[in-house]
């Protein structure tokens, strides 16, 4: 009887690995792009993306507890590994974040252990055939992020600090005051706002004299309004506006240039149209089908046509080119791609863990806000540069004055 329900239990685990394999090809490879467009598939692909490899990182200490106690061949030292197995795996479901930065550690024993059971065994168990290879393609996937960012880099004469910071439209005064704070302590070159409100027109400026090359969208641009702070003079300054079919009025382009040891570099800043919002309100039961669908669709098909004239507008210009702001889109998806065909990405190249910059305010619509999965879940602000510039160091950090959270990119030039 315990041989047929352990037969049962391995085939179950060997389905779901068989599916969160097939989940991991489909979200996080380009393969689907060769098949129709769906609206629907593009929407829970954009918020999924980096809860995948949960299941996997969680279920890693068990396995190597299961891969370990065969060649621990002990007991009690056994019962020890089973129990910190545990812990480990407590540990991580209620601190996601931190988790994710030290899975190459447990990446290391589990094919450590997988190595020395496979040779004692002789062979491998059809269900960890296939949880290795979602093990392999979460590191696959995520590559230099599952990484510390080491100093062992290139050093460059030139180097310039990018914050990119969706500050949140409607704030009260104190959490702008916390803001400032953050701007003068990491005390970036480029500062990408977006969000912007009438009164941080008059507020910014007096309160970052060090930052006296600034560039606003127009008097009545807010939510879809940004700024450019910089330390060095800006040229070129322009306020561009995008139009597409599905807009009453239009969203904001900043657009300038910076100088730097004569090399000229194209600023540009914006905020694309939200995506996520209509699936959490149809995932928690706030909006029927019948509302989700067309609203999906909607605000999917206008920020692709957001970024394609962004894309169209960045064209024109030569030469080196950096993009920030918030993207309202996660990586793998066709918006990111597009944007990945041209530039490289700060966080994908030079940051530690998931980098997720946004979540926490949609997961207070299901759980408590004091819940411990109360958790930015999904990287949608992101800052581009030119092939021809190098990441050196990208960031998110703490503030969580707004829905989203500041990222920082090291650019070396």
Known sequence: ML?????IGILILYFIWSLVLSLQIFVWTSWRFHISENVLVETMVSVVQDLIWIPVGLSLPFYIWF??????RNRWLSIAAFVVSITIGFY????????????????????????LDSLIRRHVRLDILIFTL???????????QLLPVTPFRKPYQHKLKIMSYNILVKQAPEKRKAIIELINKERPDIVFIQEI?????????????????????????????????????????????????????????????VKIENQRIHLYNFHFYPSGHPFIRFFTGRNSFATF????????????????????????????VIVGGDFN????????????KRFQNGFAQGGWGLGTTF????????FDPSSAFHFDFLRIDHVFCSENMAVLSAKVLDLDVSDHRAQVVVIGI
């Open 67 to 72: 891969l370990a106690k065969e060649v621990i």
């Open 293 to 320: 669908f067309p609203s999906a669709r909607r605000t999917y098909t206008r920020r692709q046509s957001e970024a394609s004239q962004v894309l169209d507008i960045i064209a024109e210009k030569n030469g080196r």
């Open 92 to 115: 991580g479901l209620f601190h996601l974040m931190t988790y994710f930065r030290y899975l190459f550690l447990l990446f290391i024993l589990f094919f450590f252990f997988l190595l």
């Open 197 to 257: 409100n009438r009164y941080d027109r008059e507020y910014f400026p007096r309160q970052l004299p060090d930052y006296p090359y600034q560039l606003w969208a127009g008097q009545y641009d807010d939510y879809n309004g940004g700024a450019i702070l910089s330390r060095f003079p800006l040229s070129d300054k322009q306020n561009i506006h995008i139009r597409t079919d599905l807009m009453t009025s239009y969203t904001n382009l900043n657009y300038a240039a």
């Open 359 to 366: 979540g926490r305010s949609l997961l207070s619509t299901i």
């Open 329 to 340: 889109d996660t990586p793998n998806s066709r918006l990111y791609y597009r944007f990945s």
């Open 134 to 144: 979602s093990v392999l393609f979460v590191i696959f996937h995520y590559q230099t």
């Open 3 to 7: 041989g047929e329900l352990i037969k």
